[in-house]
């Protein structure tokens, strides 16, 4: 329905701009052929013909179109700030309304100077301001959107590779940029208003899936934005676009078989991402009160506060192993060893997706799960649909019943699913500190958002919690 009111509601802007071509002595066609259309108005309006190879460029091809539609309008008159709104926001209207008005006439072209001597038009101090505020919120929103965005890492789950603090950019052009499916939002905010803390978009409108050609595919262990595929539900219920970002590494890509086995990560049967900078739980054993808490936090170590007891000299820190090994030549330390978790330790705490009722799995024991791949397909029995069973319901918005007469999906008998989206498996590179694909599985295509670029600045705070820069880290690549 709204692909049939967006296509009624573009004829009749075309209509009216159809007519505003033959004011403008014109024939009533050229209005309808992009790209020539383009170079009328350029004509029409004084600005170079060459502009027309810009259309060509994303993004800027957006400034191009509008700055040449704008003058057009201006061409008759209309340059008063509201025109230039309605022009915009309501073509389907006015453009129409315009070109029947008999006493509306084409006045020239609004960038010579014989026109400006003509019809001189001054702008307001307000209207200046306006059209700054205005150029700038698009120009940022498209840059955001399609280009590059800015993103903190909050959270320690990529230490050590990202640190809390780093600031980074995100490349939207690598993997493509997505088409927003939630276009209606307020500037800026990504799905909390900054004071009323309410909802920053409106879901009146929204657009299926699409993303625009990118320069790469995701590659195994690429680092990347995402959407949290789990705020689909309650009590967030949030637009895919609209969902939290998170930044883990892509472990595993469509068609991978993903395995662990005591803290061992597998991908198609070889050993997944080893880097020195990925960190793990270790349990040092010590002196009571054996450890001291400045050097803890001079060397960075995170230290588990939850689950360590210093008064007994036992203690749980997420730490890389030349760290530990470190860390166990200390005075006072007895030993260090990684908390790996037992493939038999069925605690609700560790416990990884899918919850099998009859079976184990924990975040350093799962697997193997092979990753959906678009165009495979599944049988669905009592292994399979325990783990495909989300992305078929939540993600491919099918509807799916089980019952004694087998499995139903949209209301057919069905013992296979083929599915229609590529999915990843996102890790932290803290393994036992990392909220990611082992709690709660699969990361669908139309959640990707980018891929991280560089860090262009990083923050950290000393023991006296005074903030300070981490030069060494500023425009670092991420790997």
């Known amino acids: 329905m709204w692909f049939i009111l967006i296509g009624i509601l573009l004829a009749i802007s075309l ?40 259309l060509i460029v994303p993004i800027v091809n957006i400034f191009i179109f509008y700055a040449l539609y704008l003058d057009f ?3 008759f008159g209309l340059q008063r700030f509201w025109h230039n709104a309605v022009a915009v926001l309501f073509p389907f209207i006015f453009l129409p309304m315009w070109g029947a008005d008999k006493d509306l006439k084409y006045l020239g072209q609004p960038q010579s100077e014989e026109f400006k001597k003509k019809y001189p038009y001054k702008k307001s101090v307000g209207r200046e ?15 955001r959107g399609f280009l590059i965005e800015a993103y903190m890492i909050p959270t320690g789950s990529m230490e050590r590779s990202l640190l809390v603090g780093d600031f980074l950019f995100v490349s939207k052009l690598s993997y493509g940029p997505r088409i927003p499916m939630t276009p209606i939002a307020f500037p800026f905010a990504h799905h909390t208003m900054p004071v009323t803390q309410g909802k920053a978009y409106l879901e009146w409108v929204k657009v299926p899936y699409k ?7 995701i590659k195994r262990n690429d680092v990347v934005v995402f959407n949290y595929p789990m ?73 588990d506060e939850m689950n360590s007891m210093p008064s007994k000299g036992f203690y749980v820190i997420h730490m890389t192993e030349e760290e530990a090994h470190e860390v166990s030549t200390w005075a006072n330390v007895k030993q260090v060893t990684a908390n790996i978790f037992d493939d038999s330790d069925d605690s609700a705490s560790i416990q990884a997706f899918p919850f099998y009722k009859d079976k184990v799995w924990n975040y350093d024991n799962f697997g193997p799960i092979t990753l959906p791949k678009k165009g495979w397909t599944v049988e669905l029995d009592s292994l399979t649909l325990p783990l495909y069973e989300r992305a078929i319901t939540i993600y491919e918005g099918k509807k799916l019943e089980e019952n004694s007469n087998g499995i139903f999906i949209d209301g057919k008998l069905a013992d296979e699913y083929t599915f229609e989206m590529d999915y990843y498996w996102m890790m932290g590179d803290n393994r036992h500190n990392s909220l990611d694909s082992r709690g709660w599985g699969f990361v669908p295509e139309d959640h990707i958002v980018g891929k991280a670029s560089f860090v262009f600045m990083s923050w950290d705070k000393d023991g006296t919690f005074i903030d300070k820069i981490r030069w060494s880290r500023i425009f670092r690549s991420i790997k």
Do not use: C, H, M
């Open 211 to 217: 993303r625009l050609p990118g320069f790469t595919e």
């Open 129 to 143: 301001w306006a059209d700054a505020i205005i150029f700038a919120t698009v120009a940022a929103s498209l840059i």
């Open 231 to 303: 705020e689909a539900d309650e009590p967030f219920n949030r637009p895919v676009d609209k969902r939290e970002n998170y930044i883990k590494r892509a472990i595993g890509i469509p068609g991978d078989k993903i395995e662990s086995k005591e803290g061992t990560v597998y991908v198609n049967g070889e050993v997944s991402y080893k880097s020195k900078d990925l960190q793990l739980a270790y349990i040092v054993i010590s002196e009571p009160n054996g450890l001291n808490p400045q050097r803890i936090i001079e060397k960075r170590l995170e230290l």
């Open 73 to 75: 309008i201006k061409s």
């Open 15 to 54: 209509y009216g701009l159809w007519l505003l071509f033959k004011k403008a002595g014109k024939q009533g066609w050229e209005a309808l052929i992009p790209f020539y259309r383009e170079y009328v108005l350029a004509q029409l309006t004084g600005r170079p013909t060459w502009w027309v190879i810009l």
